[in-house]
């Protein structure tokens, strides 16, 4: 059964910095991009970041840009996202998602974690 | 502001059919991408409905069936019962932002 476990969310101070992670198991990891999928307390749903199954492409939305960086280690099944200048408006669970789809652009999420809140507060 | 437009809510009595859509533009579903669907229960994370367009996932009920024409594309849900009451959200790829976007979401409530 695949799964996907997110840790590393906590309150932060604006302008601080978090790594989060995401524990994959119950598929081959290495084959699928990944993707960090956020939701603002009471909002919708926002793509923020995607990295193809070897590391190589990343892909990041202009809301993160420059202050994000999403990487993974296939030796240990694992996707982070490190959250560097991190500012109120960051405030969000934070899922950890598998991709699935031939091509880039046909891409979705077809299994999610259970997500990681981060709070950016002074 | 959401690149795809989805109302707010619908509702509909058990039983049932009711309808979502998803309005893009001619960078995303106008230009031919897929459009996916998400179920999210309250409290959990989401789970996909419908992908590629028209295709259900093993164990996602038929009661659940995606259609795409245009810059649009619509969720219907047939036999509407009350375990339904979630949130629903669009998805496709935009090639002017180069990235993966999300409708507002839907929120269905079964009276």
């Known amino acids: 059964e695949e799964q996907l476990l997110e840790s590393g969310g906590d309150l932060v101070q604006p302008g601080g910095s978090l790594r989060l992670s995401c524990a994959a198991s119950?598929?081959?990891?290495?084959?699928?991009?990944m993707s960090w999928v956020r939701q603002a307390p009471g909002k919708g749903l926002e793509w923020v970041s995607t990295?193809?199954?070897?590391?190589?492409?990343?892909y990041y939305a202009d809301s993160v840009k420059g202050r994000f960086t999403i990487s993974r280690d296939n030796s240990k099944n694992t996707l982070y996202l490190q959250m560097n200048s991190l500012r109120a408006e960051d405030t969000a669970v934070y899922y950890c998602?598998?991709?699935?789809?031939?091509?880039?652009?046909?891409?979705?999420?077809?299994?999610w974690g259970q997500g990681t809140l981060v709070t950016v507060s002074s | 502001q959401s690149v795809l437009t989805q109302p707010p809510s619908v509702s509909g009595a058990p039983g049932q059919r009711v309808t979502i859509s998803c309005t893009g533009s001619?960078?995303?579903?106008?230009?031919?991408?897929?459009v996916h669907w998400y179920q999210q229960l309250p409290g959990t994370a989401p789970k996909v409905l419908i992908y590629?367009?028209?295709n259900r996932p093993s164990g996602v009920p038929d009661r659940f069936s995606g259609s795409k024409s245009g810059t649009s594309a619509s969720l219907a849900i047939t036999g509407l019962q009350a375990e339904d009451e979630a949130d629903y959200y669009c998805?496709?790829?935009?090639?002017?932002?180069?990235?993966?976007?999300f409708g507002g979401g839907t929120k269905l409530t079964v009276l």
């Open positions: 998602a598998k991709n699935r789809g031939i091509q880039l652009w046909s891409y979705y999420f077809d299994y």
């Open positions: 119950g598929f081959t990891f290495s084959t699928y991009a």
């Open positions: 990295i193809s199954g070897s590391g190589r492409s990343t």
């Open positions: 001619s960078s995303n579903i106008g230009a031919g991408y897929d």
């Open positions: 590629g367009n028209s």
């Open positions: 998805q496709s790829y935009d090639s002017s932002l180069s990235g993966w976007v």
